[in-house]
């Protein structure tokens, strides 16, 4: 706890030192936040946490609502412990946000905080939805970091939901691109996340040595929750792996529950009662284990957790059948069955299912006994599907990455090769270039005084044909170009279109923001058509804030598309570096070529009445004529 206020005052200190050396605005919340986010501050309580971010949200610059945003989602994940419900009522406003101001990167955190959320509110489960949207927009916005960071996310329900294989894929596709851009703190926490999918999956050892190497790197760090994650993950590696291992389990447990008060974390405490009871009932303690559900129960309902419902309700059964009330035995079962309906956990239901037709078998039931078995019967069958399926799976995964391997390995060797061939052949022409360069002395000496005067006539040229101030074509390039486009288009009869643009209100931001941002928003603006266009189109500024696109091989649908395209992007575009809420807007009007067109200017001028047709209608509009 005192490395981790230490490091916190440390980066703050820096941070106003930097300021007296008028440090850009927000370089101290970068630095914070970044730390933050990468996990290299020790958070050790649920107060460190709050007061860091505290410290974070007095560095946001004012009327920054992207580092506003930013803080948000990381209050929402790392600052709301205690009330999912509330957490995800404030993820969905973050999201709403996020979207009006467009931050892609605030959208993301805050899907995957509303997933996290959700898995306490009702079921892990139906925290799936907000982590696959998470990392498709990620993927959208090419943040391979976001996407690792969602594949843990998603990763961590998979394997609590029995989908062990799938979520060993997530976290060792995660895991690669940490290694890969040297994340060290995510990748030891991804660590722990591949080693509890081996767990569910049964492979103990893999599991075993992934914990032991992060305990040992927890106390190391003196990282409490993560030491305390460890032994509760030991503790149920122990519990599955028999009687034998039923005191161990339960130490690791007790270990747990000492760290997760320490900590202060309601639902870790409630965890680890969970894993003791786990333990009595296996022990035969049927009273104890009761005892430590109701202290689970007591966190979970100061947190407002639901997620382990499935759990609790199967071992109160547990222990009820084991002190002879099956009648309450069953009524538990019922009621873990419903959980278990909405979480999809086969193992659980399995194990429900065994102990259920035992009470029954106990009350003289027969008939329900033999149908539970039955069911579980089938429940391991298909159990066993998934085995397989894990199996096909992961050797499927192992497949293709040693296959991706491989290429790389042919690719490398290829490139090698290459290389060798290339330097080989550089040597044997050696002697070329320096005979070469000899004539090729003369030969420079003789067409030098006409290649200058020639790049004199071209530079020329394009200086009379290019309006300096946006690098896009002028009135008397943009005609010339017209002219021959046009002449074209009549001789092949293919279509061709033209859109007229003007700046909506653009002299307010002249007068408001000054000629130099005006200026700044004019090249941003030619900047962001040019990406819009293909290279056989040309965009050019007729004068002041108008300017025309001439399309080319295009008709008048094809072209509204590309006007509305280009109107939206304007919209979005994001110009407060130049000034703070500064946003521009562009109307535009689109014409198509008619037979009877014989000049370039009488398309401009039809497209120049539409545009005034879209002034006219409110502009921030396409109209065509």
Not at 81 to 106: L, S
Not at 245 to 252: C, E, P, Q, S, Y
Request: charged share 25%; proline share 2%.
């Amino acid at each position: 706890m005192l490395a981790g206020c230490l490091a916190a005052l440390l980066v703050l200190s820096v941070a106003a030192m930097a300021g007296e050396a008028g440090p850009p605005a927000g370089a101290g919340f970068d630095r914070l936040a970044d730390q933050l986010e990468r996990g290299e501050l020790v958070i050790t309580t649920h107060a460190d946490a709050l007061r860091l971010l505290d410290q974070l949200k007095q560095q946001i610059p004012p009327g920054d609502d992207r580092r506003e945003l930013r803080y948000r989602y990381m209050f929402c994940i790392l600052g709301m412990d205690n009330d999912p419900a509330k957490g995800v009522a404030y993820a969905e406003q973050g999201m709403a946000d996020a979207r009006r101001v467009g931050y892609a990167d605030a959208e993301i955190n805050f899907h995957f905080c509303r997933g996290s959320k959700q898995e306490s509110l009702t079921t892990a489960r139906d925290a799936l939805p907000d982590y696959n949207a998470g990392i498709e927009l990620a993927r959208h916005a090419e943040n391979i970091r976001l996407v690792a960071d969602g594949l843990t996310w998603r990763g961590s329900v998979q394997s609590l939901l029995g989908e062990h294989a799938l979520a060993l894929v997530d976290f060792l596709e995660a895991q690669k691109f940490y290694d890969s851009a040297g994340e060290p703190t995510e990748s030891e926490q991804n660590l722990f996340n591949i080693a509890v999918a081996y767990r569910r999956l049964g492979e103990r050892t893999e599991a075993r040595g992934y914990l032991d190497r992060l305990m040992q790197l927890g106390g190391e760090r003196k990282d409490l929750p993560q030491q305390m994650a460890a032994h509760m993950q030991l503790g149920f590696l122990d519990l599955e792996t028999g009687t034998d291992h039923l005191a161990t389990a339960r130490a690791h447990f007790l270990a747990a529950l000492q760290m997760a008060r320490s900590i202060g974390s309601h639902v870790s405490q409630g965890s680890a009662h969970m894993g003791l009871a786990q333990v009595l009932n296996q022990l035969g303690d049927y009273r104890g284990a009761l005892s430590e559900l109701g202290a689970a129960r007591a966190e979970y309902i100061t947190t407002g957790d639901h997620s382990d419902g499935d759990m609790f309700a199967l071992q109160e059964g547990e222990a009820h059948a084991g002190l002879g009330d099956h009648v309450l035995a069953i009524s538990d079962f019922n009621r873990s069955e419903a959980f278990l309906q909405k979480s999809g956990n086969l193992r659980y239901l399995a194990d429900l299912l065994d102990h259920r037709s035992r009470s029954y078998e106990a009350l003289g039931k027969t008939a329900q006994a033999l149908a539970d078995l039955r069911r579980m019967v089938k429940v391991h069958e298909a159990l066993d599907r998934k085995a397989q399926s894990y199996t096909t799976t992961l050797m499927s995964y192992q497949f293709d990455t040693s296959r991706k391997e491989q290429e790389n390995r042919k690719l490398e060797a290829d490139r090698t090769l290459r290389d060798e061939q290339l330097a080989s052949l550089q040597r044997v022409r050696r002697w070329q270039r320096v005979a070469l360069t000899l004539g090729g002395v003369l030969i420079v000496l003789l067409l030098w005084q006409a290649q200058r005067q020639l790049r004199r006539s071209r530079r020329l040229h394009r200086m009379a044909m290019t309006d300096p101030l946006t690098g896009v074509a002028n009135r008397r390039g943009l005609e010339y170009f017209g002219e021959r486009a046009l002449q074209h288009a009549r001789l092949i009869e293919e279509p061709m279109s033209v859109l007229a643009m003007d700046l909506d209100h653009f002299k307010r931001v002249n007068d408001e923001y000054g000629h130099p941002v005006g200026d700044e928003v004019l090249k941003r603006f030619s900047g962001l058509c040019l990406e819009s266009l293909r290279q056989i189109d040309r965009i050019g500024r007729m004068g002041g804030e108008e300017f025309v696109v001439i399309l080319p091989g295009t008709t008048l649908e094809a072209a509204t598309s590309i006007a509305e395209r280009i109107r939206e992007a304007v919209s979005a575009l994001a110009l407060d570096d130049l000034e703070t809420g500064l946003r521009i807007s562009v109307s535009l009007g689109i014409t198509e070529r008619r037979e009877a067109d014989r000049e370039f200017a009488q398309l401009v001028a039809r497209a120049d009445e539409a545009l005034y047709v879209a002034k006219r209608q409110g502009r921030n509009r396409t109209e065509s004529l």
